[in-house]
């Protein structure tokens, strides 16, 4: 397959070589890199970790919106409340779950961690944890998560959240990261599943409005993540991670934003016009979605700052999180037309 057309935008954009290979040829590197044993300041301790460091491989605030839109899926899953052993049981192994997925993250990309102003103070290469000590925490709460979701909850949710942990974890992390540009995209499956597990969690199967909510985030996932991506593309070329931006350029990640964001807009009436939801989370659903199509647009300006770009992914996690607060409180106070 020929790639001369799509690495042209990068090679001339002066990032390193590395950053604009072939994919495949990239992400055969990466991967072996990963594999083999990397020795470094990261695989060193420092003997200054407290419970602090292991709180952060968990990534906590990406975790807490995860756990968020599960609970919310809970939640929608049934008329009234749902059961407390499911709603306590099945938060905390999709918490754990989550959280594993990230120490793993954490591990796999310690060596690109180490060259990005964004991630250079995380706790492995900072010599806190080392390589070892994370990969060891990952398992015992992934552990963990299993058993409290197969034994506590049910099979299902424990099969599907094993699923989204390897698909984050390894599929995403470890390939889709660094063979396309599209890896959020395809990536984003992962990420998009704690609704759908938080409605099995409930109910023991998946519902077709629990697709709904996985719809929505898999539309949110590429305009959120793109924003930053253009703010930190520097730091991706020097990591010699082949992003949208990094790979394609600036105007043709902006454009990308905008029609994923179109695309989100349409997908966020689906739960109204499905019968699911009713006027009150489609106002919501129409407000957030036109503010949120206000940056995309705005970020299409030549002169659009990397300041705009940052606002913008700081939007679009208030954004999921008013969205889904918004079906939520609508579950139970529907309002007809």
């Not at 080392?130 to 099979?155: D, E, H, K």
């Not at 991670?241 to 790979?247: G, N, R």
């Not at 659903?285 to 700081?314: E, N, S, T």
Request: aromatic share 12%.
């Amino acid at each position: 397959m020929n790639y001369t057309h799509t690495l042209q935008p990068c090679r001339q954009s002066g990032y390193p070589r590395a950053t604009c290979d072939p994919p495949v040829k990239s992400a055969a590197r990466q991967i072996s890199a990963t594999i083999v044993p990397y020795t470094s300041a990261t695989d060193t301790a420092s003997g200054r970790s407290t419970w602090r460091d292991y709180y952060e491989l968990g990534k906590p605030r990406v975790v807490a919106l995860i756990v968020f839109t599960a609970v919310v899926g809970m939640f929608l899953a049934v008329p009234g409340l749902p059961p407390w052993p499911a709603l306590l049981y099945g938060t905390l192994g999709i918490g754990l779950a989550a959280s594993s997925a990230a120490a793993i993250n954490h591990v796999v990309d310690r060596r690109f961690d180490e060259k990005m102003a964004r991630t250079m103070n995380r706790p492995i290469p900072t010599g806190h944890v080392t390589a070892r000590q994370a990969l060891g925490y990952a398992a015992v709460i992934g552990v963990a998560s299993m058993v409290v979701l197969w034994w506590l909850v049910n099979p299902l949710t424990a099969v599907l959240t094993f699923c989204s942990l390897i698909g984050y974890a390894v599929l995403y992390t470890v390939w889709l990261k660094h063979v396309t540009p599209q890896n959020i995209v395809i990536g984003g499956a992962a990420g998009a599943a704690p609704p759908v597990l938080g409605w099995t969690a409930v109910t023991g199967s998946a519902d077709p409005h629990a697709l709904l909510l996985f719809l929505i985030i898999f539309a949110w996932t590429p305009p959120h993540f793109w924003a930053l991506a253009i703010a930190r593309r520097k730091d991706y070329a020097k990591a010699g991670i082949p992003m949208l931006p990094v790979a394609y350029g600036v105007e043709f990640t902006q454009l990308h934003i905008l029609l994923y964001t179109i695309l989100l807009f349409i997908v966020t009436l689906l739960p109204y016009l499905t019968g699911m939801s009713g006027l009150l989370y489609l106002v919501a659903a129409v407000v957030l979605g036109l503010v949120f199509m206000r940056y995309a647009i705005a970020m299409r300006r030549p002169d659009a700052p990397d300041q705009l770009h940052m606002q913008a992914f700081r939007y679009s996690i208030n954004y999921l999180m008013l969205l889904f607060a918004a079906l939520l409180v609508d579950h139970y106070l529907q309002i007809g037309p």
